[in-house]
């Protein structure tokens, strides 16, 4: 069965290095979500408008590169008292800095479907490197990007002042990207 | 005769006729609810028009647990209600005001029940489960739905002005019971209170 095998991995090799691209990105099957914590009651909220710019190469991982700006103004925080809160200045500061951008500098295969990209994440002029973990899934149509990570809202001065109570609003929010690149 | 309604009561003249009261474990629960009711009552139509701040989010929680507990209580309360069965009450009072009385409790303990609930579904409606005292969080009774939190609001708020209603009348009654008819029926829930024969 060697013959088989190797045929196999040749025919692998050729059908994954074969998924390079710098696809376009399909917003509708895409989602930036996060879950944070008011009294230690979970809500639920979003970023409806992003954009993001994939270049990846399944066959080469690491020449992977991502580079995503999120529109602050756009939130959904779950309530309309809270999407107008959270653009005034102890918060995002939406009218100053109105976006959020992450850029990644390295990409590191962690297994099949999975990677693990670090990057400069910069919210409210502030930058702190990210590592995140990333999974990748073949659909139709084209290849989707996943993952969660923890942020830590007063690393970026997101909430100042009396928001900056820990007791009231959780540091720690949970952020999910659903990132659908087609065309491959 | 169930030996918890069951009180003898002297005043000064001697002898009077015998008082029986609710039991202490149904007056104990029916002033802890009331006292619950309405300081849960003042602090939802406070809270209501602040801005938001780390304290409203405090509030609105405190307010939430303290709608739990009146559930817990008063379904606590029930049950013992139909275990127990109250003091009757005076041979004086009409027949059509015992069935008014029987009407307005039953109608006061739907509401009692209908009120936290409907806050539960405005809350789940909203998107915000409720996380009792922070810690156990309640299912989702219904999924994240604009028009239905909506419509919850005036639901709640209406029921709030119905229970209002009844327990202004409540009260009313009990004082009229005390102060005019000078009959048993305040007593019997109010330790240490003497009719005013």
Redesign the interface.
Known sequence: MTFARIALLFLTIVLTSSAAFAGTVDYKKSRIGFTFRQMNVPVEGGFPQFTANIVFDSGKPDAGKAEIEVDLGSIDTGSTDGDTEVKRKPWFNVESFPKATFVSTSVKPLGPDRLQVSGTLTIKGRSRELTVPVTTKREAGGTVFEGTFPLLRLQYAIGEGPWSDTETVADDVQVRFRIFVAGT | MPEHALESHRSHGGHRARLRRYSGVAIALHWLVAVLILGSFVVGTYMVNLD???WK??V??WHKWTGVTIFLLVAVRLAWRVTHRPPDLPATIPEWQRHAAAIAHTILYLLMLAVPLSGWVMSSA??????YF??F?LPHIVA?DKELFELMKSVHFALNKALLAVVVLHVAAAVKHHYVDRDDVLARMVPYLKPRR
């Open positions: 938001l701040s780390p989010l405090k609105y929680s909203g998107g915000f489960p409720v996380v922070g810690v969080q994240k």
